[in-house]
């Protein structure tokens, strides 16, 4: 594997000067907008197309796209609207659409076999429910994910509050990582090492496709920073050098506003988080964001530079209030039934076997069939109609739930449930002072994480790990939520 644009060469000083700036945010059409309404439909064409990611003197990256573009269109609507998005499909194998993160009904949730056939080449599919949540979510594929999702299918969807917050703009960040050959082409997908491993991470990071392209701020200029975590496998650890912005929500989940003090903020793949940012700096001033989450492999996101010229106020704005909740049930913690469920697997993990298509299988015969990975003892095969094996769980509609999961393996796995949204309440057995609603846990190498929601949604409902090679790879499965 040559790594000729790796993360750092490429967020040298000499690429920026290309970037588009300010105009980058214009390139990401805003598709609808308006008062709560039936919206008219979208259409998300899933097509190969040429992309230019790398920097210019790069040749464009085939991929495939939603309407030719990585990331696809941003969608906005507004909390209450209902949703009509045509899905058609012009690649050379079926797919799908999940809407990641939004509660609605079962047919609607995108993923082949279990909620509905395949979309074949040349086929459409008619995505429509009603956005119940107000929040930051995203949609892709949710067939032949790795490679899906990986070659540049997804986009966010953003859902506005019907008062949304004060701010002078609100920005969609996609963060996407990419592995590229000398030509800025993709490399290979379904690498043994990757599906065992930490997935498939890249070598060169995007923010709305693409690299680096600075943030440009005024002083006391209030942004809305929306973050999605659109990558296979890398999590980003972002500190904002200079700034104190609030985390205002997570998994498009309000949260007491709590401002990132010189830390680090966590997204791991599948996950979002909205930042509030105010602009604290002088004319001139230039900051870097940096991703340090991997300690050996740190490198500069982007950078905030500040603009010449008066701001929008004179003095900055006071703190962000809490947004306001969504119509979450809240589970009854005390009256729940506990679930167990192990994540296990791959190198290091020490899992001597597991149960393959109703068989036992040592890990030597898993890993001839691609598969290293297990939940509760149990490898779930991607890609074709086997999700007809066993739930993980039958839960009766209405009642609480607490989830405990278990990473006892060597790497990362953030858990991602469909249909619902669940509260943190505990790591490692440490309650969580104020639990905040998510619909994808990271649960690091070795530790714990308690979870909490009431099964209101009736279906069968993914349960799976967000690394995409290793959802591909086994760790995955399904909970029935009885009707
Ligand atoms: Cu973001 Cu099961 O998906
Ligand atoms: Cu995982």
């Not at 056939?117 to 009603?130: A, H, K, M, N």
């Not at 600075?214 to 942004?223: M, T």
């Not at 500040?306 to 006071?318: K, S, T």
């Amino acid at each position: 594997m040559k790594h000729l644009l790796p993360v750092t060469g490429l967020t040298r000083r000499s690429f920026l000067g290309s970037a588009a700036g300010g105009l980058l945010f214009q390139a990401l059409p805003v598709t609808m907008r308006g008062a709560s309404a039936t919206l008219p439909p979208i259409d998300l064409v899933a097509a190969p197309a040429k992309v230019q990611l790398a920097p210019e003197g790069y040749p464009a990256t085939r991929l495939w796209t939603f309407n030719g573009r990585a990331p696809g269109p941003v969608i906005r609507a507004r909390q209450g609207d209902r949703l009509q998005a045509v899905a058609t499909n012009h690649l050379g194998e079926a797919t799908t659409i999940h809407f990641h993160g939004v509660r609605m009904p079962n047919a609607m949730d995108g993923v082949p076999h279990l909620t509905q056939p395949p979309i074949e080449p040349g086929e459409s599919f008619l995505y429509d429910f009603e956005l119940t949540d107000a929040g930051t979510f995203w949609y892709h594929p949710h067939a032949n994910s790795a490679e899906q999702v990986g070659r540049g299918l997804h986009g966010a969807l953003i859902v506005e509050e019907k008062t949304p917050p004060v701010v002078d703009r609100d920005l969609v960040w996609v963060l996407d990582d990419w592995r590229m050959t000398e030509n800025a082409q993709l490399a290979a997908f379904g690498h043994p090492h990757d599906l065992s491993h930490a997935g498939r991470i890249g070598n060169t990071v995007t923010l709305n496709g693409r690299i680096a392209p600075p943030l440009r701020l005024r002083k006391a200029e209030r942004v809305r920073l929306r973050l999605i975590n659109a990558a296979n496998a890398r999590v980003f650890g972002l500190e904002f050098e200079g700034h104190r912005p609030w985390l205002i929500a997570i998994d498009g989940h309000p949260v007491s506003p709590q401002q990132i003090d010189g830390g680090q903020l966590a997204i791991a793949p599948g996950g979002r988080a909205d930042l509030i940012l105010d602009g604290t700096g002088d004319a001139a001033e230039r900051h870097s964001v940096v991703d340090r989450y991997y300690p050996r492999g740190a490198y500069k996101l982007t950078d905030i530079i500040y603009e010449d010229g008066p701001g929008p106020r004179a003095e900055p704005l006071d703190p962000p209030e809490k947004l306001p909740d969504n119509p979450l049930p809240r589970p009854d913690v005390d009256g729940a039934d506990t679930l167990q469920f192990a994540l296990s697997g791959g190198a290091m993990g020490g899992m001597a076997g597991a149960r393959l298509r109703g068989r036992h299988r040592d890990m030597r015969a898993l890993a001839q069939a691609g598969m290293f990975w297990a939940i509760n003892g149990v490898v779930q095969p991607g890609l074709d109609d086997s999700y007809g094996g066993e739930p993980l769980a039958v839960l009766q509609r209405g009642r609480s739930y607490r989830f405990v999961l278990r990473n006892e393996s060597a790497f990362d796995h953030p858990i991602h449930l469909h249909g619902h949204s669940f509260l943190v309440l505990a790591r490692n057995g440490v309650a969580q002072p104020e639990p905040a609603w998510h619909d994808t846990v990271l649960v690091r190498p070795r530790e714990s994480a308690e979870i909490a929601f009431v099964a209101d949604n009736p279906g069968d409902w993914m349960f799976h790990c967000h690394v995409l090679e290793h959802q591909h790879s086994g760790m995955m499965g399904f909970v029935r939520v009885t009707a």
